[in-house]
Nanobody, 125 residues
Framework: HVEVVESGGGLAQAGGSLTLSCAAS????????MGWFRQAPGKEREFVAV????????TYADSVKGRFTASRDNAKNTVYLQMNNLTREDTAVYYC??????????????????WGQGTQVTVSS
């Protein structure tokens, strides 16, 4: 798995937008499935979005479908998560991680490794 660093979190108002970045430093980045996950205080880490190596396929959690968009720029070894129409329930630490496998539907967390340190997203209202 590739080592990653998340950035771009911060404070947003409900209905606003944020874009997160996940930067990797690995020559094989373009071969990996990349996933976004989040963990709210007192809650278990949950799946948010996943994107295949080419960026042509994505899967989203029902809670963010239609609001969040995952993308990647393999030339920059970076994956993004554009978050629109934010709500207070989106408040969490957001993580990205890599996987060598693609799953039908939401992937299991255990399929991912090399988790970053996370970036805090706080949505106010």
């Amino acid at each position: 798995h590739v080592e990653v660093v998340e950035s771009g979190g911060g404070l947003a108002q409900a209905g606003g937008s944020l874009t997160l970045s996940c930067a990797a430093s690995d020559r094989t980045f373009s071969l990996y499935v990349m996933g976004w996950f989040r963990q709210a205080p007192g809650k278990e880490r949950e799946f948010v979005a996943v994107i295949n190596p080419s960026g042509a396929a994505t899967t989203y959690a029902d809670s963010v479908k239609g609001r969040f968009t995952a993308s990647r720029d393999n030339a920059k070894n970076t994956v993004y998560l554009q978050m629109n129409n934010l709500t207070r329930e989106d408040t969490a630490v957001y993580y990205c991680a890599s996987s060598t496998r693609w799953f039908v539907g939401a992937p299991p967390l255990q399929a991912f490794g090399s988790w970053g340190q996370g970036t805090q997203v706080t949505v106010s209202s």
